[in-house]
């Protein structure tokens, strides 16, 4: 035996020596090399059209020999995807925020407006840049506590300054200083409340007009519905929503202006409506007793509906108006004191007992639900079809793991992301699962979503120390296609896709390859995926 594991010793130094004397080792990633760098971080990859230059970002370590910074950096891909010198954009980043815009599916990095320009801080409360990722052009624009805020089409921009002022950007950068308040953007237009307590509003290239007076906070409710609450106070502040005893609430059509009264003693919850706008839930609380009453409100009359006061959280099913609540008795041993009960407005609840519910999908087919008790942290959650709530339920991720996030195929089946730690979001698995049946086919294992397409897609996995293998899978025959096997770090699909689809046939690939030895093959990297 002891002769046996020197033998294996002696056999694995062999092969150390030979590898690092005969570089690189195995086959060079898919595609082209467009950066030869070990030390480049890729962030973003700007793709404004067909045919259009890109524009790839990434980090390196500061200039200034300072570990606790980097710089950001662009090269451009020209027509033939072929790169550009590299171009220094901005430097002395705090480190913190490398980390925080590693590339990701539905991470987009620093906030960029509809002219390509970024928007960085050095660190949180440093001041605000703004930077013309193809001219390299920067301008200071004041102080940058919070991330500036942009409308929906990224034509116009509000930066907050000094308290209680923000600086609104035009589309063609004529500016305005606004004196307000909770500053969004509901559309285009951009709502506020002035010092003086008045809800206001800045149309494109307009002026402030007013909108409703007497108003301490706003939010928006659904669409272009605002929840709006009333102040006989003469000087505003920033204090957020109080209780209904603060001050009169009503619903405001921001296109119409037209106000509708809403009771005076309960306290909304403006997110919470059926897929039709035609109803919200609210609650009531009993100041003598600390107790809440949980209400369904009529939008359109303001006439509200009692709830059972044992029930808990509800959640509107998708396209239907059902209310679907959950309530649960800790007392009672694993999920039989849980129930689910299901609300109709002007209906009487029906409740299926030993369930407790977490959700739908997008179209409220299917729901999903525990598979173990309230007070575990990894949930083994189940799904079935939401029209038979009593029906049979399938495990919709391996027992043992929880539900990351679910989404629906043409066929009707699911892609679905499963976790076992909620301390390490980089070692998910992927697979595919038939509510209908049960029937689960792993897609990935191990690993973190880079793109997810309506056929296939996007991942690195077999994730280990910050590498993985660059994968593509197919969602019909779950086929996988290792574009770099080992040592990629992250990847952004950089093709505009067509009608919502974020990894279409032939989309452009920029990946990020740093092997764990000294390899030319280290740096950026660009690919087409069949």
């Known amino acids: 035996m002891v002769r ?17 004397g005969c570089l690189p080792r195995g086959e060079p990633p898919a595609g082209h090399q467009i950066l030869s760098d070990p030390n480049a971080s890729l962030m973003a990859v700007l793709s404004p059209g067909a045919g259009a230059t890109k524009q790839v970002l990434f980090f390196r370590p500061s200039q200034r020999q300072d570990p606790d910074l980097v710089d950001l950096w662009a090269l451009t891909l020209d027509a033939n995807d072929q790169p550009s010198p590299e171009r220094l954009l901005f430097s002395g980043i705090s480190s913190g925020l490398e980390l925080s815009y590693r590339p990701s599916a539905g ?23 703004r930077v013309d990722v193809t001219t390299g052009d920067k301008q200071d624009v004041g102080p940058g506590d919070s991330f500036p805020i942009l409308s929906p089409s990224g034509q116009r921009v509000a930066i907050r300054g000094m308290p209680g002022a923000y600086t609104l950007y035009e589309s063609d950068d004529q500016t305005m200083i606004i004196a307000g308040i909770q500053a969004q953007f509901v559309g285009e237009t951009l709502f506020y409340v002035s010092p003086d307590c008045n809800l206001m509003r800045v149309v494109a290239r307009g002026v402030p007009e007013q909108v409703a007076a007497g108003i301490g906070n706003f939010s928006v409710a659904r669409g272009t519905l605002l929840f709006i609450q009333h102040t006989a106070a003469s000087t505003c502040a920033d204090t957020g929503f109080l209780g209904p005893s603060d001050g009169a609430q009503a619903f405001l059509d921001s296109t119409t202006l037209q106000e509708t009264p809403l009771p005076a003693d309960v306290q909304f919850n403006p997110g919470n409506f059926s897929s039709d706008g035609h109803w919200m839930t609210a609650y009531r609380f009993d100041q003598k007793t600390f107790q809440s009453q949980q209400l369904i409100v009529d939008v359109t009359t303001g006439a509200t509906e009692t709830l059972d006061p044992s029930l808990g959280y509800g959640m509107w099913r998708p396209g239907h108006d059902e209310l679907w609540l959950a309530a649960d008795d800790l007392t009672k041993p694993g999920l039989s004191g849980a129930s689910l009960s299901i609300k109709v407005p002007g209906q009487p609840a029906v409740t299926v007992p030993g369930v407790y519910p977490s959700g739908f999908n997008e179209d409220g087919r299917y729901w999903f639900s525990r598979g173990t008790p309230t007070d575990q942290l990894i949930s083994s959650d189940l799904v079935g079809m939401a029209d038979d709530p009593t029906g049979p339920r399938h495990h919709v991720v391996p027992e043992g793991s929880s539900l990351g996030f679910a989404e629906t195929l043409g066929d009707g089946r699911l892609v679905v992301e499963s976790y076992t730690s909620v301390e390490d979001f980089r070692n998910d698995d992927y697979l595919i699962v038939d509510p209908r049946d049960g029937a689960m086919t792993t897609l990935a294992l191990r690993g973190y979503l880079s793109a997810l397409g309506n056929d296939r897609l996007l991942g690195i996995f077999h994730y280990v120390f910050e590498r993985g293998d660059l994968t593509a899978v197919d969602f019909a025959t779950g086929h996988q296609t290792i574009l770099a096997s080992e040592v990629a770090m992250s990847a952004i699909v950089a093709t505009n896709g067509t009608g919502g689809d974020f990894f279409p046939p032939n989309a452009g690939v920029v990946y990020q390859y740093r092997a764990r030895y000294d390899s030319p093959w280290s740096g950026l990297w660009w690919t087409i995926v069949p």
């Open 107 to 129: 991470n987009s990095g620093f906030p960029i407006d509809a002219r390509g320009r970024m928007y960085i801080f050095t660190s949180l409360g440093d001041d605000l840049f």
């Open 4 to 20: 046996q594991r020197f033998r294996l010793f002696g056999i694995l130094a062999v092969m150390s020596l030979a590898a690092a």
